[in-house]
């Protein structure tokens, strides 16, 4: 969108003053506000120790936006959400997601994924399968700590991303971005018209 | 009469001296580093140890025991010489600034590698010159573009804050008639701290000085963002922690010269009776308050750091020569017809106090002539979103 004119306000740089000219005011506020940062209270979370979910200062909290492990989204009655229109795996800039489609047993759709699967190890953490995705199906929760022993454990199937939905719905961590329980709009048109 | 004690006093000083200088270098360094983390609302560094302090060992391990890798493409025998220089000039910079009670006459036990200097204060201005030989030499053989740009800014740097150091040093040196640096504190003792009778100078020297070390505001060569480094960019290992080494001797000199010529030296106003009766005592505390006026400027180099951005070198420039070159020469100048007033007349030397008013009448007149000065452009407009309200100066 073009910048109207009426949002640009144009402003003449301030004259210095005497005081201003001195310079000497102005560096003592700005050890003023070094001084103040100094003693202030410390930010650092202690990772091994502490946890940003486990510290009591609100600050540290994770924020519901932060992009971690994906889990991939049940309907109502625990079905998967996905229909397998690969535009998550198109979106991919580190082609980490590999479906498998498959004709849906299900009448509301047409296919849906047989297998799913998404290497963590490549992944980037960009969020832009869950932008991608038209019925809200994947999803990057809030967990962070993701460790493994090997690389084939971490190419995390649809069983998996789905335990992932099951524990974080559990736990109450659900990312910002849930509308939890609902088929979004995609899927609902389809199923009017059927 | 120089005797051979003299002599292994002079070694025995000389290796306690390097030995407490390379340890305090590597805790200021950490020191700076919890600084930098207090600032920014972190921790700092605190997995070595109770509380992060055996990180400087670890640093120093580090530094020891990496590889030392020579890059094919430079001039190995000036990258070689090039952190020996800076860590050599900058250690022996030190050799004629006191660090502790000290006295102008000859006998007792004196707090400095070389006592009784009489060209102390020339000494350490010409050898710290020199350091910056080890940056434009370091710069250069490296061979590479950053460090080749530090090490030009560095020489530009040079020209810069040199004059404004050396002049305002020049109208404390008329106050003690001698280039000594315990007769300085001799002085001062007397007659007071020269901060109270030449503020301007002081301020003058301070901004040099710190110009000198390449602290930030003037940290030209080196601007990690920039330059990535700058001079020091090729170099790693021991090597780097000799320019390291360099860097903060330079703090740790300039601290206790600006102690030293403006603030007294180890001199406590009003209990100096009280504390010279102590006997032993009184040299402790004297190197006491000494160390802690030195460490006072370390900590104030360190807040600056994260409080004012870095010159651009042409700013520099025109800062140093528009501005503290003609302050300073101003400066020197009523100094000069102060003392000789008073020498010619034979006045008190009370009348030195007149310099305190002569100063702040400087500093505010200057002020005054910048602020009704045009400015370049005469105004500037800038387009800003009108959503964003300016804030109103106040």
């Known amino acids: 969108m073009p910048i109207a004119a009426t949002d640009v306000r144009w402003v003449e740089e301030p004259k210095l003053g005497i005081l201003d000219e001195f310079y000497l005011p102005a560096i003592v506020q700005g050890l003023g506000t070094t001084m103040r940062h100094m003693f202030s209270r410390k930010i650092t979370v202690q990772f091994p120790e502490e946890r940003p979910t486990d510290v009591e200062r609100d600050f540290s909290k994770l924020p519901p936006t932060y992009r971690g492990v994906h889990r991939l989204n049940r309907d109502e009655v625990g079905r998967v959400k996905c229909v397998a229109c690969y535009m998550c795996a198109t979106a991919c800039p580190a082609h980490c997601i590999d479906i498998v489609a498959a004709p849906s047993p299900w009448p509301d759709r047409e296919k849906y994924p047989e297998t799913f699967v998404i290497d963590e190890l490549r992944c980037i953490y960009c969020g832009m399968c869950e932008e991608a995705c038209p019925v809200d199906a994947i999803e990057l929760t809030s967990l962070y700590d993701l460790t493994g022993f090997s690389r084939e454990e971490m190419m995390f199937d649809k069983e998996k991303l789905l335990s992932v939905f099951d524990e974080t719905v559990k736990a109450g961590t659900d990312p910002i971005r849930t509308h939890s329980g609902r088929l979004s709009v995609a899927s609902e048109l389809a199923e009017q018209g059927t | ?394």
Request: proline fraction near 5%; glycine fraction near 8%.
């Open chain 2, 1 to 394: 009469m120089y005797t051979w004690r003299d002599f292994w006093i002079t070694v025995i000083t000389i290796a306690v001296v390097m030995g407490a200088l390379q340890l305090t270098c590597a805790y200021l360094i950490l020191l700076e580093r919890k600084i930098a983390a207090w600032v920014q609302d972190r921790i700092g560094p605190n997995r070595a140890g109770p509380r992060g302090l055996f990180q400087p060992i670890a640093d120093g391990l580090k530094f020891l025991f990496k590889e030392d890798i020579i890059p094919s493409h430079v001039d190995k025998v000036f990258y070689l010489l090039a952190p020996a220089v800076a860590a050599g000039t900058a250690t022996l910079a030190f050799a004629v600034v006191p660090f502790g009670p000290t006295s102008a006459d000859p006998g007792e036990y004196q707090f400095v590698i070389a006592p009784r200097l009489d060209i102390g204060i020339l000494f350490t201005f010409s050898i710290t010159s020199l350091a910056v030989y080890g940056i434009i030499l370091g710069g250069w053989s490296s061979n590479d573009k950053y460090s080749m740009l530090g090490a030009l800014r560095s020489s530009a740097q040079l020209i810069s804050y040199e004059i404004p150091l050396g002049l305002s040093v020049l109208g404390v040196i008329l106050f003690t008639g001698s280039l000594n640096l315990e007769r300085a504190i001799q002085q001062q003792i007397e007659g007071g701290w020269n901060i109270l009778y030449q503020p301007l100078a002081f301020l003058i020297f301070l901004v040099g000085v710190l110009a000198e070390c390449n602290r930030l505001p003037f940290d030209l060569p080196e601007a990690e963002q920039e330059l990535v480094g700058g001079y020091h960019t090729e170099y790693g290992a021991l090597k780097f922690g000799l320019f390291f080494l360099g860097e903060y001797t330079h703090m740790i000199t300039t601290s206790f010269l600006l102690a030293t010529l403006f603030f007294g030296g180890w001199h406590v106003p009003w209990l100096q009776g009280w504390i010279d009766g102590l006997g032993f005592g009184a040299v402790i505390i004297k190197l006491g308050v000494f160390v802690l006026k030195a460490s006072f400027f370390i900590v104030f180099y360190m807040l600056l750091r994260w409080t004012l951005p870095r010159f651009r070198f042409d700013q520099l420039m025109g800062l140093a020569w528009k501005v503290l070159i003609p302050l300073a020469l101003v400066n020197l100048v009523c100094v000069m017809i102060v003392e000789e007033s008073i020498r010619a007349n034979g006045l008190s030397h009370a009348w030195r106090w007149s310099l305190l008013p002569i100063s702040l009448v400087i500093v505010g007149a200057s002020a005054m002539a910048a602020a009704k000065l045009p400015r370049r452009p005469a105004q500037v407009s800038l387009a800003v979103p009108a959503r964003f309200e300016t804030v109103p100066r106040g």
